[in-house]
């Protein structure tokens, strides 16, 4: 077994050796290459034996020394993986792929499930694509943590939910996982009367047997769209049905806080506000480990913002608009209002946006559409600028939204200079602010103090 390589880096150390396109890197210290989990592990050693296959099938054997960098070999390879990226096996009831209407590109109807980009992207894994083979490797490399979508520690539940007959054998994964030393993120997409309630509280105490290595376990709600034609019958969340998904959590953490010394689980933000209640404090959260499943990332936004806007002195005379979706917007209007308090000079419209697209049940501002933007902002001619939250775009573009519309012909339509700006306190406040201006040279009046980020 063999990965081909596509180009090397004339500079590099196997550039220098003669190793061109179309060599086969066959292994390295004798360890056979499948994947960029082997090269990288393997690469990392500082005395190197390297087999390759030349264009004719010769075999060409290089020795080196490194400083433990894989990327000083210089070589490039078809995919990032080095290989096709495992697709997702199960038919999950939640899955929201399934959900997506007819018509859009066809990288949006993909669903991984490759335990690969868990260790290099933090993507989420379900284990069933997975052997003992691959656990064993997880364990030898060391690759930790893992993120783990987990839905339920029932296994008849969760093959009922998976749709999928080994849903249920592979959570014993878990617990070799566990034993082995890797730490564990763990996910519950929670629907109403599937896994939450009892379910929920099993799938807590269970998760708590295997100790230390499970770091964290995010509850998140459901998301479901309007095309959800011949699927199964769900229910979205309500104020009550959150609140109880939230004290189950609550009661649980306290039960455990003594022992543990932290939180182990944590409901996701969209639950408090189904449910109308108030964020926890960022202290909650412990290291936010799982902000990219929006459980803490109210909290650790607001908390940011504010510090930075005490650090910041002064602002120029501007007029921008903020573009977000429902769920964010009471957050991001209050953060436009305590800047607009601190600089009367400035002027801030948030420009809330109700996904028709994909239905009104859903509220995040990354599943918000270039075409509803159009729709309900109309005329941006009247700011200096507006800015838009990376989530928005998509598909590994820096500018295309979900509906394939650029953030340049989204500019055109609407009459004004759009920008996009990432996603946290800090970083909104540097969009208001102008800063962006000073990190391209031109003058700016602001200043604030670089304080490490909590």
Request: proline letters at 3%.
């Amino acid at each position: 077994m063999s990965v081909t390589i596509t180009q090397v880096k004339p500079d590099s150390l196997c550039g220098q050796k003669g190793i061109a396109a179309g060599f086969d890197l066959v292994s390295i210290n004798g360890h056979v290459i499948r994947d960029v989990l082997d090269y990288r592990f393997y690469a990392s050693a500082k005395r190197l034996h390297l087999l390759f296959h030349n264009l004719t099938a010769k075999p060409v054997e290089l020795h080196l020394k490194t400083h433990g960098n894989a990327d000083e070999l210089g070589l490039e390879f078809e995919t990032y993986l080095m290989d096709k990226q495992h697709s997702c096996k199960n038919k999950c009831i939640f899955c929201f792929v399934d959900q997506m209407p007819h018509g859009m590109r066809d990288s949006l109807y993909f669903k991984d499930d490759d335990s690969r980009l868990s260790f290099l992207f933090g993507n989420y894994v379900t284990l069933t694509n997975m052997t003992e083979s691959d656990i064993d490797r997880l364990i030898t490399m060391h690759i930790s943590p893992v993120n783990i979508s987990v839905h339920t520690m029932n296994p008849d539940l969760r093959v009922k939910m998976m749709k999928n007959p080994n849903a249920g054998k592979v959570l014993s994964y878990l617990q070799k996982l566990a034993d082995g030393g890797i730490e564990i993120n763990a996910q519950l997409v929670l629907c109403p009367g599937y896994n939450d309630g009892d379910e929920l509280r099993y799938s807590l105490q269970e998760l708590y047997k295997l100790g230390n290595s499970i770091v964290s376990v995010a509850a998140v709600p459901v998301g479901l769209t309007k095309h959800r034609e011949g699927l199964c019958q769900l229910e979205c969340y309500t104020k009550q049905t959150a609140s109880e998904v939230i004290d189950i959590i609550d009661n649980f953490n306290m039960s455990h806080y003594e022992e543990l010394g932290r939180n182990f689980a944590y409901a996701a933000d969209e639950f408090y506000l189904k449910a109308l209640r108030e964020m926890p404090e960022p202290a909650y959260y412990d290291e936010f480990r799982q902000l990219d499943n929006g459980v803490g990332l109210w909290a650790l936004t607001k908390y940011d913002f504010y510090q930075a806007l005490k650090e910041t002195d002064c602002c120029p005379s501007r007029k921008i608009a903020l573009i977000t979706g429902v769920a964010a917007s009471p957050l991001i209007t209050e953060l436009a209002g305590a800047a607009m308090r601190k600089f009367p000079q400035i002027h801030i419209d948030v420009k809330t946006v109700v996904n028709d697209f994909f239905g009104h049940e859903v509220t995040v501002a990354g599943l918000v559409t270039a075409g509803d933007i159009c729709n309900q902002v109309k005329d941006l001619s009247a700011y200096d600028e507006a800015y838009i939250p990376s989530v928005m775009l998509r598909d590994g573009e820096q500018d295309v939204f979900l509906d394939d519309m650029t953030v340049g012909e989204l500019s055109g339509k609407l009459n004004g200079k759009i920008s996009v700006t990432a996603v946290g306190g800090r970083e909104l406040l540097e969009a208001i602010i102008g800063k962006e201006r000073e990190n391209h040279g031109e003058t700016d009046c602001c200043h604030r103090r670089q304080t490490e980020r909590r």
